[in-house]
């Protein structure tokens, strides 16, 4: 029996595809065993949890109906994705030509997956716009875009290393998923592990010192909320967190760079991570990169955790 989620998202920051389930290779370890497993001091850890704004009109929740992911169901996922030892990392490829600012945002991006998932994170070289037809792009209102849904089921599948559990384009060309569809931030198929983002319509204004945290804040959301997906992680209706859905750009940007106490106890179980030290390497990152409300928010879970 085949299972198909598909979630379409126009003008929203998180557009994610799943496609149907096929057993036809084992590729992914299973986690099938039950565990007990807790985050230290999870209780208070928990009590830093916001609860969820009131659902307005235009909100995700307020057009789709999703009934959240447990630990308890996470964990008994039997097509979990997990690293196997041969098959665990994460690998980023770049797609066309960067200015220098756009180049240091790819690069932090890079630096910032490996630091919140703890695998290793290979950057590819670039490859050019020309490994995409050109019937798989267009121009739209005067910008050129790339065809996500062409990079994450024709192009990047030949890309991904024996050894990579997830691969995802970074490019600064817009995207658009479907012809009838003006663009979306970012695509991703999770039976494949493939995923594309684009900072494109991430920064206000030409990228430099003064104003490039805005953009890197918000597309190592994106990346890290399609990564985590990819490791099965459903769409959090528990608390504010990273993996809230959102359908609007606003509506993205006022939830944070972390995780909840049960999405941050998923990702921990599964990829079996140090808590602190991975604390504390994304709060010297988010604090070098001028991301001081997120290393807030950090820090009070680290200091519950270390206790």
């Given at each position: 029996m085949k299972r198909l989620l598909f979630v379409l998202m126009i003008f929203t920051l998180f557009f994610c595809k799943e496609e149907p389930q096929r057993n036809k290779k084992k590729e992914h370890k299973v986690k099938s065993t039950?565990?007990?497993f807790k985050l230290p001091n999870y209780l208070e850890l928990a009590l830093l949890d916001d609860p969820l704004p009131d659902i307005k009109p235009?909100?995700?929740l307020s057009t789709h109906d999703e009934n959240g992911q447990s630990f308890d169901q996470y964990f008994k996922n039997e097509k979990l994705v997990s690293p196997l030892q041969n098959k665990n990392i994460i690998?980023?490829?770049p797609i066309g030509s960067?200015?220098?600012w756009e180049k240091k945002i790819i690069d932090w991006n890079t630096k910032y997956i490996q630091l919140f998932f703890g695998l290793k994170t290979v950057q590819l070289k670039p490859i050019s716009e020309k490994n995409i037809p050109k019937t798989k792009k267009r121009i739209h209102f005067g910008n050129e875009q790339?065809?996500?849904t062409y990079i994450i089921h024709s192009?990047?599948?030949k890309k991904m290393p024996k050894d990579g559990i997830v691969i995802?384009?970074?490019t600064a060309k817009d995207l658009y998923p479907h012809p009838k569809w003006n663009y979306v931030f970012g695509l991703a198929s999770y039976q494949r592990r493939t995923g594309v983002s684009s900072i494109f319509r991430y920064s206000n204004e030409n990228l430099n010192e003064k104003n490039y945290s805005l953009c890197l804040k918000r597309i190592i959301r994106t990346s890290t909320h399609e990564i985590s997906h990819m490791f099965s992680v459903s769409h959090c209706i528990s608390a504010v967190c990273l993996m809230n859905g959102a359908n609007n750009l606003e509506e993205a940007d006022s939830r944070p760079n972390s995780l909840c106490s049960e999405c941050l106890t998923k990702l921990s179980w599964n990829l079996n991570f140090d808590n602190l030290e991975r604390m504390d390497s994304l709060i010297h990152f988010m604090n070098e990169h001028h991301l001081e409300d997120d290393a807030i928010i950090l820090g009070k879970q680290r200091e519950i955790i270390a206790r």
């Open positions: 039950k565990v007990d235009g909100d995700w690998y980023i490829q960067f200015t220098v790339l065809d996500a192009l990047l599948p995802m384009a970074l």
